[in-house]
């Protein structure tokens, strides 16, 4: 176990921050999952020990600065084109890890186009889309995500479907397309999900790592800021609302369809 | 390619020029007329150990560029008009993050879908940023075959040079026709090594490196810009370069580019042999603009009256127009609609303008 000496005296070090952050603090706000998320993929990313290969795209939205945060090789690139950067640096730099760190905003609205490609090439590139179903950074408006009836900026009566069509769904429509090696939604509400939301980043890193294909998480976070919820009733919202209009679980898992291939088929009759 | 003087197409030649300055990735949208460099890159990038995708948009395309070039690669995207108008969001980020890249357009009619035919309409876009915020693309024009392949290739190197995204700008015309090209003026070539700023598998024992085009504060803004147009005024004093044709006694001189330059060679030789004193002054790059080179002849004694034809309405004439100001008529030819000059469209009014230098048939006026 590490060690820590301070002011003469030993201490074990029990938890530190993963070598794969910087030193700056996050600027989320205070509630947000922004941070947790950053954190987890961090620990993941030393766990696997690819710190120094990793190659970082941020998107436009309140991660737009995740570049400060994360510690490795990073570019920042326009609203929702960040699965075609992460496409052009992995075709011309196979050993390198790319991650794109997005928006629902970003991935499901303006890069949709984008997003649906890459998965569909199986671009070996790692996507963390973080949907909290709103626009944080520009005050709270409507997401492609946000649910029926949620009131925003610009859905002030609340979200309808016959003026605006349903959230939607990215890990449904993107897990029937061959490219796709790995998809999952995750949720950041309690600590048990977290660590549930780390097991699948790290199978998303794994899928990239072994070449299977494109990888996706969706991670349900919350915007207590721009719900108008106490943090606590923003997480309350997350575990009731946001699971139940997008269903946690794995959409697809290569290595799953690979053992099913394996097993023996059985006789007909 | 064994030997180096082959007959091609211009769009195939651009092509050629790439892969001698080591493009190592090409990723593009179809779009007549210059589908020709999408279909030759996806038959032969991968025997010089580069990468081809044909991307869902040209928006996705210049962002995957975007990508190749912060790995440090040698990379490039072409499309025509409509094409190129979804690429300038890209094209901003890409020259603010000093990105250096190859973009050619392969200019057709416009404005909205326009025709296929030639056309100069995106000249403005080419030369005074074209995306959002301030910023220059260096912009090259060929008018041949042969120049299409060297104009590539040297966009490569400027790209470089100046870490700045480069522009070949080029029309319908020479795209699609036939010329033979010598390639000895195109040594193969390796990538220049990138790795201060490139973002890479081998950051052990490096600090990060960081490519961003945002600055919240201002402050911080203005010096990052500053940075961009001081290296800008650089180019403008050590990079313009332009070619003359019978310009040292000629007392109306032409202003051209792309495939009016062509005709503008052909006008000249019937009008010289009638004895009419006619040169032309071809800017090759269309940023930096030969703005003094230009400025020389309005000064000059011999010069009675500038003409400038173009493929539009009138664009690259107002940088003549910043160049000659009133020292000298400045008359205007244009052709529209994708039609395309013959030597007769000029050969006419250049007979006009030298037996009286302020016809009022071509004159341009600034408003």
Known sequence: MDTVTLEGTEYNVLAKRPESLTDKPFTYCPGCNHGTTHKIIAEVIDELDIQHRCIGIASVGCSVFSYEFFDFDFISVPHGRALAVATGAKRMRPNAVLMTYQGDGDLAAIGTAETIHACNRGERVTCIFV??????????????????GMKTTTSPLGRDATRIGWPIKMSEMLSPLPGAAYIARVSMHDAKHILKAKAAIKKA???QLEDKGFSMVEVLSNCNVNWHMTPEDAVKFVKEKMTENFPLGVYKDVWEEEKAAKQPKKEEG | MSDDRVFMKGNHAACEGAYRAGCKAYFGYPITPQNEVTEYMSAHIWEHGGTFIQSESEIAAINMIMGASAAGARAMTSSSSPGISLKQEGLSYIAMMELPMVVMNVVRCGPGLGNIAPHQGDYFQA?????????????????????????????????????NPAMVLTDGTIGQMMEPVDYTSMPWMEPPDKSEWQLDEFQDGRKRHVLTSIWLDPADMAVAHEKLIAKYDKLKKEEVRYSEYRTDDAELLVVAIGSPSRVTHSAIRILRQEGLKVGLLRPITVWPFP??????????????????????????????????????????????????FTPEDLTEPIRAILENPDNPDTLWRVS
Not at chain 1, 132 to 148: C, E, K
Not at chain 2, 156 to 161: G, I, S, T, V
Not at chain 2, 296 to 308: M, P
Not at chain 2, 322 to 328: G, H, I, P, R
């Open chain 1, 205 to 207: 890193f794994r899928a």
């Open chain 2, 127 to 163: 030369t005074k940023g074209g995306g959002h915020g301030d910023y220059r693309l260096i912009t090259l024009a060929p008018n041949s075959v042969q120049e299409m392949a060297q104009y590539v290739y040297d966009a490569f190197n400027l790209a470089d040079k100046w870490r």
């Open chain 1, 131 to 148: 949907n909290n179903a709103i626009y944080g950074m520009t005050g709270g408006q409507m997401a492609p995500t946000t649910l029926l």
């Open chain 2, 291 to 340: 703005y003094s080179a230009i400025r020389e002849y309005a000064d000059s004694k011999h010069v009675k009256a500038i003409l400038v034809p173009e493929m539009n309405w009138g664009q690259m004439i107002e940088d003549v127009k910043l160049a000659v100001l009133d020292k000298k008529p400045l008359h205007f030819v244009p052709k529209h609609g994708g039609l395309t």
